[in-house]
Protein backbone atom coordinates (compact mmCIF):
# COMPACT_ATOMS: atom_id res chain seq x y z
CA UNK A 1 0.00 0.00 0.00
CA UNK A 2 1.07 3.30 -0.47
CA UNK A 3 2.58 6.22 1.94
CA UNK A 4 3.50 9.57 1.93
CA UNK A 5 5.73 11.36 4.52
CA UNK A 6 5.19 15.22 4.45
CA UNK A 7 7.33 17.84 5.64
CA UNK A 8 6.33 21.00 6.93
CA UNK A 9 8.57 22.87 4.38
CA UNK A 10 6.63 21.02 1.78
CA UNK A 11 9.02 18.36 0.91
CA UNK A 12 7.16 14.74 0.07
CA UNK A 13 8.53 11.37 -0.10
CA UNK A 14 6.70 8.69 -1.41
CA UNK A 15 6.84 4.99 -0.23
CA UNK A 16 4.85 1.74 0.48
CA UNK A 17 3.24 1.24 3.46
CA UNK A 18 3.72 -0.88 6.63
CA UNK A 19 2.17 -1.29 10.23
CA UNK A 20 -0.81 -0.02 11.03
CA UNK A 21 -2.94 2.16 7.92
CA UNK A 22 -2.95 5.09 9.89
CA UNK A 23 -2.49 8.49 9.64
CA UNK A 24 -0.56 10.48 11.84
CA UNK A 25 1.25 14.12 12.70
CA UNK A 26 4.79 14.22 14.56
CA UNK A 27 8.04 15.86 15.02
CA UNK A 28 10.58 14.32 12.30
CA UNK A 29 13.93 13.13 13.63
CA UNK A 30 16.84 10.90 13.01
CA UNK A 31 18.98 8.76 14.63
CA UNK A 32 22.21 7.06 13.50
CA UNK A 33 22.50 3.81 15.51
CA UNK A 34 22.96 0.68 13.74
CA UNK A 35 20.76 -1.74 16.16
CA UNK A 36 18.20 -0.79 18.56
CA UNK A 37 15.08 -0.68 16.79
CA UNK A 38 13.22 -2.18 19.18
CA UNK A 39 14.62 -0.47 21.73
CA UNK A 40 13.96 2.96 20.24
CA UNK A 41 10.89 2.16 19.44
CA UNK A 42 9.50 1.85 22.94
CA UNK A 43 11.82 4.88 24.34
CA UNK A 44 9.25 7.18 25.93
CA UNK A 45 11.33 10.01 24.89
CA UNK A 46 10.53 9.19 21.65
CA UNK A 47 6.55 10.13 22.22
CA UNK A 48 4.75 12.32 19.85
CA UNK A 49 8.33 11.73 16.80
CA UNK A 50 8.19 10.40 13.43
CA UNK A 51 11.31 8.33 13.86
CA UNK A 52 14.03 7.68 10.79
CA UNK A 53 16.70 5.47 11.57
CA UNK A 54 19.75 6.30 8.81
CA UNK A 55 21.00 2.55 9.06
CA UNK A 56 19.37 1.12 5.66
CA UNK A 57 17.78 -2.35 6.48
CA UNK A 58 15.82 -2.68 9.65
CA UNK A 59 13.69 -5.27 10.87
CA UNK A 60 16.07 -8.03 9.96
CA UNK A 61 16.03 -9.49 13.57
CA UNK A 62 12.19 -8.89 14.41
CA UNK A 63 10.85 -8.04 18.03
CA UNK A 64 11.04 -10.17 21.09
CA UNK A 65 9.42 -9.90 24.47
CA UNK A 66 12.09 -8.74 26.51
CA UNK A 67 13.97 -5.68 24.74
CA UNK A 68 11.39 -3.09 24.98
CA UNK A 69 11.92 0.04 27.21
CA UNK A 70 8.40 0.58 28.17
CA UNK A 71 4.61 -0.55 28.07
CA UNK A 72 3.86 0.24 24.39
CA UNK A 73 5.75 1.66 21.27
CA UNK A 74 6.31 5.41 22.03
CA UNK A 75 6.85 7.20 18.26
CA UNK A 76 4.20 8.46 16.41
CA UNK A 77 5.51 6.65 13.02
CA UNK A 78 8.57 5.11 11.54
CA UNK A 79 10.19 5.59 8.80
CA UNK A 80 12.99 3.50 7.41
CA UNK A 81 14.96 2.74 4.17
CA UNK A 82 14.34 -1.08 3.80
CA UNK A 83 12.12 -3.50 5.90
CA UNK A 84 13.26 -6.51 5.94
CA UNK A 85 10.77 -9.05 4.84
CA UNK A 86 12.21 -12.31 6.90
CA UNK A 87 13.64 -11.64 10.45
CA UNK A 88 15.96 -13.89 12.12
CA UNK A 89 17.03 -14.26 15.61
CA UNK A 90 16.24 -17.09 18.28
CA UNK A 91 14.82 -14.50 20.63
CA UNK A 92 12.24 -13.04 18.33
CA UNK A 93 8.37 -13.69 18.35
CA UNK A 94 7.02 -11.20 15.90
CA UNK A 95 8.10 -9.10 12.94
CA UNK A 96 8.48 -5.31 13.16
CA UNK A 97 5.46 -5.19 10.80
CA UNK A 98 3.21 -6.97 13.18
CA UNK A 99 4.60 -5.32 16.04
CA UNK A 100 3.59 -2.31 14.80
CA UNK A 101 0.24 -3.11 13.30
CA UNK A 102 -0.84 -4.63 16.80
CA UNK A 103 0.09 -1.24 18.22
CA UNK A 104 -1.64 1.37 15.61
CA UNK A 105 1.47 2.33 14.86
CA UNK A 106 2.45 3.55 11.09
CA UNK A 107 5.38 3.22 9.42
CA UNK A 108 6.58 4.05 5.31
CA UNK A 109 9.60 2.11 3.93
CA UNK A 110 11.63 2.93 0.69
CA UNK A 111 11.94 6.77 1.43
CA UNK A 112 15.81 7.56 1.07
CA UNK A 113 16.52 8.13 4.86
CA UNK A 114 19.89 9.52 4.05
CA UNK A 115 18.08 12.24 1.59
CA UNK A 116 15.68 13.14 4.77
CA UNK A 117 18.52 12.93 7.16
CA UNK A 118 20.58 15.52 5.36
CA UNK A 119 17.32 17.82 5.18
CA UNK A 120 17.18 17.96 8.77
CA UNK A 121 20.07 18.28 9.46
CA UNK A 122 20.53 21.22 7.27
CA UNK A 123 16.95 22.71 8.02
CA UNK A 124 16.49 21.31 11.58
CA UNK A 125 13.83 19.23 12.92
CA UNK A 126 10.35 20.21 11.90
CA UNK A 127 6.85 18.37 12.24
CA UNK A 128 5.74 16.22 9.47
CA UNK A 129 2.89 14.21 8.62
CA UNK A 130 2.51 10.29 7.31
CA UNK A 131 -0.58 9.07 5.51
CA UNK A 132 -1.36 5.68 3.92
CA UNK A 133 -3.21 4.62 1.05
CA UNK A 134 -4.87 7.88 -0.99
CA UNK A 135 -3.95 10.35 0.91
CA UNK A 136 -3.22 13.78 -0.69
CA UNK A 137 0.22 15.39 0.46
CA UNK A 138 -1.21 18.97 0.19
CA UNK A 139 -4.15 17.62 3.00
CA UNK A 140 -1.36 16.20 4.83
CA UNK A 141 0.74 19.33 5.26
CA UNK A 142 -2.16 21.69 6.15
CA UNK A 143 -2.79 19.37 8.99
CA UNK A 144 0.68 20.94 9.92
CA UNK A 145 -0.44 24.71 10.08
CA UNK A 146 -2.22 23.51 13.24
CA UNK A 147 -0.25 24.60 16.19
CA UNK A 148 -2.57 22.55 18.12
CA UNK A 149 -0.71 19.77 16.65
CA UNK A 150 2.75 21.72 17.47
CA UNK A 151 5.51 19.16 19.57
CA UNK A 152 6.65 21.93 21.47
CA UNK A 153 3.16 22.75 22.59
CA UNK A 154 2.14 19.40 23.99
CA UNK A 155 3.18 18.30 27.78
CA UNK A 156 4.35 15.14 26.40
CA UNK A 157 5.57 14.09 29.92
CA UNK A 158 2.32 14.03 31.49
CA UNK A 159 1.36 11.65 28.21
CA UNK A 160 4.44 8.61 29.12
CA UNK A 161 4.32 8.92 32.65
CA UNK A 162 3.25 6.43 35.49
CA UNK A 163 -0.90 6.73 36.12
CA UNK A 164 0.49 5.69 40.00
CA UNK A 165 3.32 4.85 41.80
CA UNK A 166 4.85 1.36 41.29
CA UNK A 167 8.09 -0.76 42.56
CA UNK A 168 10.73 -2.44 40.49
CA UNK A 169 13.70 -4.31 42.12
CA UNK A 170 14.85 -6.50 45.05
CA UNK A 171 12.20 -6.99 47.96
CA UNK A 172 12.23 -4.62 51.37
CA UNK A 173 14.25 -7.09 52.85
CA UNK A 174 17.27 -7.93 50.07
CA UNK A 175 17.00 -4.53 48.72
CA UNK A 176 20.77 -2.30 49.49
CA UNK A 177 19.26 0.92 49.07
CA UNK A 178 15.55 2.46 48.46
CA UNK A 179 15.19 4.98 45.71
CA UNK A 180 12.10 7.68 44.86
CA UNK A 181 12.03 7.79 40.77
CA UNK A 182 10.55 10.73 39.35
CA UNK A 183 8.89 9.08 36.17
CA UNK A 184 9.08 11.18 32.94
CA UNK A 185 9.37 8.97 30.77
CA UNK A 186 11.46 6.17 32.72
CA UNK A 187 12.99 3.48 30.34
CA UNK A 188 13.57 -0.01 31.74
CA UNK A 189 16.81 -0.82 31.37
CA UNK A 190 17.52 2.14 33.95
CA UNK A 191 15.33 0.03 36.42
CA UNK A 192 17.07 -2.91 35.62
CA UNK A 193 20.41 -1.52 35.84
CA UNK A 194 19.33 0.13 39.25
CA UNK A 195 17.87 -3.46 40.53
CA UNK A 196 21.28 -5.34 39.42
CA UNK A 197 22.85 -2.96 41.98
CA UNK A 198 20.66 -3.98 44.92
CA UNK A 199 18.36 -0.68 44.32
CA UNK A 200 14.67 -0.88 45.12
CA UNK A 201 13.40 1.41 43.12
CA UNK A 202 9.40 3.20 43.51
CA UNK A 203 8.33 5.06 40.75
CA UNK A 204 6.38 8.24 41.05
CA UNK A 205 4.54 10.37 38.78
CA UNK A 206 6.23 13.34 37.10
CA UNK A 207 3.42 15.22 39.00
CA UNK A 208 4.53 14.11 42.32
CA UNK A 209 5.31 16.67 44.87
CA UNK A 210 8.69 16.24 46.84
CA UNK A 211 6.94 15.51 49.98
CA UNK A 212 5.83 12.65 48.52
CA UNK A 213 9.05 11.14 46.91
CA UNK A 214 10.52 11.85 50.33
CA UNK A 215 7.60 10.69 52.28
CA UNK A 216 9.38 6.82 52.80
CA UNK A 217 12.83 8.84 53.74
CA UNK A 218 14.29 7.06 50.64
CA UNK A 219 18.33 6.56 50.37
CA UNK A 220 18.70 8.88 47.20
CA UNK A 221 16.17 9.93 44.31
CA UNK A 222 16.50 9.36 40.57
CA UNK A 223 15.20 12.00 37.93
CA UNK A 224 14.44 10.38 34.92
CA UNK A 225 14.73 10.71 31.08
CA UNK A 226 11.48 11.77 29.08
CA UNK A 227 10.22 13.47 25.98
CA UNK A 228 9.72 17.66 25.31
CA UNK A 229 10.23 20.64 26.12
CA UNK A 230 11.70 21.17 29.87
CA UNK A 231 9.74 24.87 29.38
CA UNK A 232 6.60 23.26 30.22
CA UNK A 233 7.64 20.99 32.95
CA UNK A 234 7.47 23.93 35.70
CA UNK A 235 5.73 21.41 37.86
CA UNK A 236 8.92 19.16 37.76
CA UNK A 237 11.07 21.82 38.00
CA UNK A 238 9.58 22.58 41.48
CA UNK A 239 9.49 19.02 42.55
CA UNK A 240 13.29 18.86 41.41
CA UNK A 241 14.04 21.51 43.25
CA UNK A 242 12.84 20.88 46.62
CA UNK A 243 14.42 17.04 46.46
CA UNK A 244 17.62 18.43 45.12
CA UNK A 245 17.66 20.33 48.78
CA UNK A 246 16.39 17.26 50.47
CA UNK A 247 20.51 16.53 51.53
CA UNK A 248 19.77 12.79 50.02
CA UNK A 249 21.32 11.61 47.10
CA UNK A 250 20.45 12.54 43.36
CA UNK A 251 20.85 11.93 39.79
CA UNK A 252 19.51 12.74 36.82
CA UNK A 253 19.78 11.59 33.52
CA UNK A 254 19.17 13.46 30.19
CA UNK A 255 15.67 15.23 30.77
CA UNK A 256 16.97 14.59 34.51
CA UNK A 257 19.82 16.71 33.89
CA UNK A 258 18.26 19.37 31.85
CA UNK A 259 15.26 19.66 35.41
CA UNK A 260 17.97 20.09 37.49
CA UNK A 261 19.52 22.84 35.91
CA UNK A 262 16.33 24.38 35.75
CA UNK A 263 15.64 23.96 38.99
CA UNK A 264 19.27 25.58 39.65
CA UNK A 265 18.49 28.77 37.81
CA UNK A 266 19.34 27.90 34.51
CA UNK A 267 17.43 27.66 30.79
CA UNK A 268 17.36 25.26 27.95
CA UNK A 269 16.86 25.14 24.20
CA UNK A 270 16.27 23.46 21.18
CA UNK A 271 19.11 22.17 19.51
CA UNK A 272 19.19 22.48 15.48
CA UNK A 273 18.59 18.64 15.26
CA UNK A 274 19.24 17.11 18.43
CA UNK A 275 21.04 14.30 19.88
CA UNK A 276 19.92 10.73 19.15
CA UNK A 277 22.47 7.90 18.14
CA UNK A 278 24.71 5.31 19.78
CA UNK A 279 28.76 7.55 18.85
CA UNK A 280 28.53 10.78 20.86
CA UNK A 281 31.87 11.65 22.09
CA UNK A 282 31.57 13.32 25.67
CA UNK A 283 34.59 14.78 27.93
CA UNK A 284 34.43 14.48 31.40
CA UNK A 285 36.18 18.08 32.50
CA UNK A 286 37.83 16.84 35.94
CA UNK A 287 39.52 13.96 34.31
CA UNK A 288 39.97 14.72 30.56
CA UNK A 289 38.38 11.06 30.23
CA UNK A 290 36.36 11.04 27.21
CA UNK A 291 34.08 8.36 26.39
CA UNK A 292 31.44 7.45 23.61
CA UNK A 293 27.84 7.51 24.70
CA UNK A 294 24.32 6.85 23.75
CA UNK A 295 21.87 9.95 22.98
CA UNK A 296 18.25 10.80 22.55
CA UNK A 297 17.93 15.00 23.35
CA UNK A 298 16.47 17.65 21.40
CA UNK A 299 17.20 20.06 23.82
CA UNK A 300 20.03 21.55 26.07
CA UNK A 301 20.93 23.61 28.65
CA UNK A 302 22.63 26.79 28.13
CA UNK A 303 25.93 26.72 30.09
CA UNK A 304 26.18 30.58 29.98
CA UNK A 305 22.60 30.97 32.40
CA UNK A 306 23.81 28.06 35.17
CA UNK A 307 24.97 29.91 38.66
CA UNK A 308 28.56 28.70 38.47
CA UNK A 309 28.59 29.39 42.55
CA UNK A 310 27.13 26.76 42.94
CA UNK A 311 26.83 24.43 39.75
CA UNK A 312 29.77 23.24 37.54
CA UNK A 313 29.74 21.82 33.93
CA UNK A 314 31.48 18.62 34.39
CA UNK A 315 30.80 17.47 30.89
CA UNK A 316 30.67 18.71 27.68
CA UNK A 317 30.12 17.46 23.66
CA UNK A 318 32.79 17.11 21.45
CA UNK A 319 31.04 17.54 18.51
CA UNK A 320 29.18 21.11 19.63
CA UNK A 321 30.39 22.09 23.15
CA UNK A 322 27.12 21.54 24.71
CA UNK A 323 26.33 20.34 28.22
CA UNK A 324 26.56 17.05 29.01
CA UNK A 325 26.68 16.98 32.22
CA UNK A 326 26.42 18.69 36.25
CA UNK A 327 27.52 18.81 39.57
CA UNK A 328 26.52 20.93 42.51
CA UNK A 329 29.45 22.64 44.52
CA UNK A 330 28.20 21.27 48.04
CA UNK A 331 25.23 19.05 47.81
CA UNK A 332 25.03 15.56 46.65
CA UNK A 333 23.40 15.89 43.34
CA UNK A 334 24.77 15.26 39.73
CA UNK A 335 23.48 14.46 36.13
CA UNK A 336 24.60 13.55 33.04
CA UNK A 337 22.63 14.26 29.48
CA UNK A 338 23.36 11.23 27.63
CA UNK A 339 22.31 6.97 28.43
CA UNK A 340 24.35 5.04 30.29
CA UNK A 341 21.41 2.35 30.26
CA UNK A 342 21.48 2.09 26.44
CA UNK A 343 21.19 -1.72 25.16
CA UNK A 344 22.15 -2.15 22.71
CA UNK A 345 25.01 0.75 23.12
CA UNK A 346 27.94 2.02 24.06
CA UNK A 347 29.01 0.96 27.88
CA UNK A 348 31.34 3.30 28.63
CA UNK A 349 29.75 5.21 31.12
CA UNK A 350 27.56 2.21 33.16
CA UNK A 351 29.96 3.46 36.18
CA UNK A 352 27.97 6.81 36.71
CA UNK A 353 24.88 4.23 38.04
CA UNK A 354 28.07 3.31 40.94
CA UNK A 355 28.79 6.57 41.55
CA UNK A 356 24.94 7.07 42.56
CA UNK A 357 25.60 3.73 44.91
CA UNK A 358 28.54 5.25 46.86
CA UNK A 359 27.03 8.19 47.32
CA UNK A 360 24.09 6.38 49.06
CA UNK A 361 26.77 4.61 50.85
CA UNK A 362 28.33 7.61 52.32
CA UNK A 363 25.17 8.95 53.88
CA UNK A 364 24.05 5.98 55.88
Given amino acids: MRAILALADGTVYEGEAFGATTTTVGEVVF ?3 MTGYQEALTDPSYAGQLLCLTYPLIGNYGINAD ?4 KQIQVAGFVVRRLADVYSNWRANESLDGFLRRQGIPGISGVDTRALTRRLRHEGVMMGALGIGDVIADDLIARLN ?7 QIDWVRRVTTSKPYSWGPDEGSARFRVSVLDCGIKYNILREL ?3 GVRATV ?17 LFLSPGPGDPALLGYAVDTVQAVAHSGKPVMGICLGNQLLGCAFGGKTFKLPFGHRGANHPVKDLPTGRVVITSQNHGYALDANSLPSDSVSVTQINLNDGTVEGLQHRELPVFSIQYHPEASPGPRDSTFYFERFIDLMEARR
Fill in 31 to 33: NTG
Fill in 146 to 152: DRANAYD
Fill in 195 to 197: AAL
Fill in 67 to 70: DVES
Fill in 204 to 220: FPATATADQMLADDPDG
